[in-house]
Nanobody
Framework: QVQLGESGGDLVRAGGSLRLSCVAS????????MGWYRQAPGKQRELVAT????????DYGVSVKGRFTISKDFAKNMVYLQMNSLQPEDTAVYHC??????????????WGQGTQVTVSS
């Protein structure tokens, strides 16, 4: 089993910045990909950003491109999300995601409980 723990969510004013962190723990052999998705009240969960093991492939949601930056330290099983120029529409619960190869050689995807980001106007 794998657990994901997010941190860094907060209340911030429009135009401000936040940095989210997520650490994966458990029976991990290899992390294939980690990332962030978000879900606002009454809306579907949407892609924020993902990053592959090599770090060469990064994918961003359209609404965050140019404002958010994803990075990783898979040696520490961690992924980060630097969020700049935050807007009220960025308000959501941000969930960490991991696609991992377990020590049992099974591949699974996991989700964290989420961290709340609230942007006031």
């Amino acid at each position: 089993q794998v657990q994901l723990g997010e941190s860094g969510g907060d209340l911030v004013r429009a135009g401000g910045s936040l940095r989210l962190s997520c650490v994966a723990s458990g029976s991990i052999s290899v992390i294939h990909q980690m990332g962030w998705y978000r879900q606002a009240p009454g809306k579907q969960r949407e892609l924020v950003a993902t990053i592959t093991n090599s770090g060469s492939e990064k994918d961003y949601g359209v609404s965050v491109k140019g404002r958010f930056t994803i990075s990783k330290d898979f040696a520490k099983n961690m992924v980060y999300l630097q969020m700049n120029s935050l807007q009220p529409e960025d308000t959501a619960v941000y969930h960490c995601y991991a696609d991992v190869l377990l020590t049992t050689l099974q591949r699974h995807q996991y989700w964290g409980q989420g961290t709340q980001v609230t942007v006031s106007s």
